[in-house]
């Protein structure tokens, strides 16, 4: 059993950056391919960020791609969400998944860990 534990969100105006941090409660966490996600209110949780076990390769969606970095330290059992240039369509809960297998997944559904979530809210 995994458990993941968020931090870092807030409420930020339109522009500002963010840093989210994901720890996971494992001393296997190098063994993990981790994902952030998030949800809007009325919306699908859709994938925001993934990354590979060693870090060597990351995907992101679209709708953030040159603005978000998604990143891992495997000594400190954490994944972190650097966000910048925020918009207010940014504004969702954010969580964090974890799977323990290989390679890089897209679907939330291939995820079995997830963390309770964290508020990011952008003001216009």
């Known amino acids: 059993q995994v458990q993941l534990v968020e931090s870092g969100g807030g409420l930020v105006q339109a522009g500002g950056s963010l840093s989210l941090s994901c720890a996971a409660s494992?001393?296997?966490?190098?063994?993990?391919?981790m994902g952030w996600f998030r949800q809007a209110p009325g919306k699908e949780r859709e994938l925001v960020a993934t990354i590979s076990r060693s870090g060597g390769r990351t995907y992101y969606a679209d709708s953030v791609k040159g603005r978000f970095t998604i990143s891992r330290d495997n000594a400190k059992n954490t994944v972190y969400l650097q966000m910048n240039s925020l918009k207010p369509e940014d504004t969702a809960v954010y969580y964090c998944a974890a799977e323990q297998r290989s390679g890089i997944y897209y679907q939330a559904s291939s995820y079995h860990y997830w963390g309770q979530g964290t508020q990011v809210t952008v003001s216009s």
């Open positions: 494992t001393r296997t966490f190098s063994t993990y391919v």
